[in-house]
T-cell receptor
Framework: AQRVTQPEKLLSVFKGAPVELKCNYSYSGSPELFWYVQYSRQRLQLLLRHISRESIKGFTADLNKGETSFHLKKPFAQEEDSAMYYCALRGSGNTPLVFGKGTRLSVIA | GAVVSQHPSWVICKSGTSVKIECRSLDFQATTMFWYRQFPKQSLMLMATSNEGSKATYEQGVEKDKFLINHASLTLSTLTVTSAHPEDSSFYIC?????????????FGAGSRLTVL
């Protein structure tokens, strides 16, 4: 069964502190992993995807197949990073995204 | 980039009436679109997969007669909430992928907030 687990509902950090949003998944195959972000009163938007191996807004995420994890990290949190973050998985073909329950990141000044 | 438009963004209706929500891919064709539902402070739950020219595929627990999906063209899918009740009040979001670009990324609409009185 496909499943995405985000264990933290809420994560509060101080500005300038490192951030790690956890994501674990289960999937029988080779999925593609994504992080989506939803800022207040805005639509869901793609933050990054594992195959791109890029850094967006200072965030990075590495797919660890052994641990079936795709944790999102940023070395120095900014206030504008405060948002809902969703980890998502997509299988092969034209299949839907399966979302985790989301983690609300709150960056405190 | 790929843009998905939803209309209306906000609708209030009386209990027992039907509401139609449109999802359009503005600059690409989408043979498949996905409809999600998001309750307050919760994650997105997949409701159904909308297939152009054929019947939608519904997730377990989603009533197909309640949530009618029509995907009549490659750029438009509609979700009709029939005989709406207050428990249908939610945020409905559609998404589509521009498979023609070769990318495996889904783009989301801004969502439609339905309030049933």
């Amino acid at each position: 069964a496909q499943r995405v687990t985000q264990p933290e509902k809420l994560l509060s950090v101080f500005k300038g502190a490192p951030v790690e949003l956890k994501c674990n998944y289960s999937y029988s195959g080779s999925p593609e992993l994504f992080w989506y972000v939803q800022y207040s009163r805005q639509r869901l938007q793609l933050l990054l995807r594992h195959i791109s191996r890029e850094s967006i807004k200072g965030f990075t995420a590495d797919l660890n197949k052994g641990e079936t994890s795709f944790h999102l990290k940023k070395p120095f949190a900014q206030e504008e990073d405060s948002a809902m973050y969703y980890c998502a998985l997509r299988g092969s073909g034209n299949t839907p995204l399966v979302f985790g329950k989301g983690t609300r990141l709150s960056v405190i000044a | 980039g790929a843009v998905v438009s939803q209309h209306p963004s906000w609708v209030i209706c009386k209990s027992g009436t039907s509401v139609k929500i449109e999802c359009r891919s503005l600059d690409f064709q989408a043979t498949t679109m996905f409809w999600y539902r998001q309750f307050p402070k919760q994650s997105l739950m997949l409701m159904a997969t909308s297939n152009e020219g054929s019947k939608a595929t519904y997730e377990q627990g989603v009533e197909k007669d309640k949530f009618l999906i029509n995907h009549a063209s490659l750029t438009l899918s509609t979700l009709t909430v029939t005989s709406a009740h207050p428990e249908d009040s939610s945020f409905y979001i559609c998404s589509a992928g521009n498979t023609g670009s070769g990318a495996n990324v889904l783009t989301f609409g801004a969502g439609s907030r339905l309030t049933v009185l």
